[in-house]
Nanobody, 122 residues
């Protein structure tokens, strides 16, 4: 079991940056791959990025080159650095924990945070 709490969302102008954080409780953080997903209004949940236990990373084409996922095992935290933000990045961003295969191949997870809103104005 792992509990996830996101923070760092907010309102930013296009071209700006935000860093999202996801704090995980429990001693098993290092055993999970971690991912970020997002959901825009009236749209389904979309995969954004994932990082494995050994820090391999994988990104969706829509954010590649602009977003960076990282993790700090000592702090049980995963981050999403978002640069060059666009209005189409506006969504609720969710942190997830699961196996690498489930996150990046099946786009599913058993563990989700509550989400943090990111709004990018044009």
């Amino acid at each position: 079991q792992v509990q996830l709490v996101e923070s760092g969302g907010g309102l930013v102008q296009a071209g700006g940056s935000l860093r999202l954080s996801c704090a995980a409780s429990g001693r098993t953080f290092s055993t999970y791959a971690m991912g970020w997903f997002r959901q825009a209004p009236a749209k389904g949940r979309e995969f954004v990025a994932a990082i494995s236990r050994i820090t391999n990373t994988y990104y969706s084409d829509s954010v590649k080159g602009r977003f960076t996922i990282s993790r700090d095992h000592a702090k049980n935290t995963v981050y999403l650095q978002m640069n060059s933000l666009k209005p189409e990045d506006t969504a609720v961003y969710y942190c997830a924990a699961d196996t690498w295969i489930r996150l990046v191949k099946l786009f599913e997870s058993d563990y989700w945070g509550q989400g943090t809103q990111v709004t990018v104005s044009s």
